[in-house]
């Protein structure tokens, strides 16, 4: 059903082994694409980032039940449109230096810090996850997000020319 495939984020979530990293590689891929249809232009790839943020965060809480009760747990592993959320906050507002090759630097940075984030859980998201229902599946992710763009920031600001 339609809310499986949001709930697992377009599938990643069953993929084998480490599925939060694939989630996160997947939403580098599309954030590749936004960069390259923009043309790099900041406000044109920042738009679209909050707009597929916003997306994935209304997904997210929207089939959270559902993945609950669909896998039995908290926060099923299975269920990742909450990491493709976070890895897009990641991304946001970050130097992407000129053309294609600072764009690629860009999401490795930002790929790597969120998943460092995500798996350490620095407070507060480690507490965030024990909100209900599809509220602890999302705001660990999105504050995972958060820390990820700060350190990404700092990374590339320091990396790529502006």
Known sequence: PVRRLIATGLGTGLLPLAPGTWASAA?????????????GR???VNG????LAALACVGCVATGGYCETCFGSKDPRQCTVDE???????????????GPAGWL???????????????IKPP??????????????LLDDIAAGV????????????????
């Not at 507490?127 to 229902?133: A, G, I, N, V």
Request: with cysteine.
């Open 84 to 98: 493709w959320a976070g890895q897009w906050v990641s991304l946001l507002f970050v130097p992407l230096g000129t």
């Open 27 to 39: 939403a580098c891929v599309v954030f590749l694409a936004v960069a390259w249809g923009c043309g």
């Open 42 to 44: 900041g406000v044109c």
């Open 124 to 137: 507060p998201a480690r507490q965030l996850e024990r909100l209900p229902r599809g509220w602890g599946v």
């Open 147 to 162: 820390y990820a763009n700060l350190a990404a920031q700092g990374v590339l600001r320091w990396l790529l020319p502006l």
């Open 105 to 119: 630097i860009a999401a490795g940075v930002a790929f790597v810090a969120f998943r460092v984030f995500d798996v």
């Open 48 to 51: 679209w980032l909050i707009a």
